[in-house]
């Protein structure tokens, strides 16, 4: 079984800025695309960001300029630094990666429980 398992979290004042984990453990073989999703309260969950295996990066438009995605390969780690926070940042923030428990497997996707991010003066 794999588990993604996000940090970083909590409350923050508009302009500040939080870093967000997520380690991933199992049986891993390899993780391929991972990604960052938000939703926040009465609001469908929406990509805020996804990185390759190889470093390749895409984020959403409301977030281009103010947040980085990042990962360590070698910790199954993934990062999200967010600078410039706003209030419509505040949503429950999920981990979301595509793994394969070896080379033969087909890759799967795993969520992570979410943590909370809440931007507010």
């Known amino acids: 079984q794999v588990q993604l398992v996000e940090s970083g979290g909590g409350l923050v004042q508009p302009g500040g800025s939080l870093r967000l984990s997520c380690a991933a453990s199992?049986?891993?073989?390899?993780?391929?695309?991972m990604r960052w999703y938000r939703q926040a309260p009465g609001k469908e969950r929406e990509l805020v960001a996804g990185?390759?295996?190889?470093?390749?990066?895409n984020y959403a438009d409301s977030v281009k300029g103010r947040f980085t995605i990042s990962r360590d390969n070698t910790k199954n780690t993934l990062y999200l630094q967010m600078n410039s926070l706003k209030p419509d940042d505040t949503a429950v923030y999920y981990c979301?990666?595509?793994?394969?428990?070896?080379?033969?497997?087909?890759?799967?996707?795993?969520w992570g429980q979410g943590t909370q991010v809440t931007v507010s003066s």
């Open positions: 979301n990666a595509d793994t394969q428990s070896s080379v033969w497997s087909t890759s799967y996707q795993r």
């Open positions: 199992g049986k891993i073989f390899r993780i391929n695309t």
């Open positions: 990185i390759t295996n190889g470093g390749s990066t």
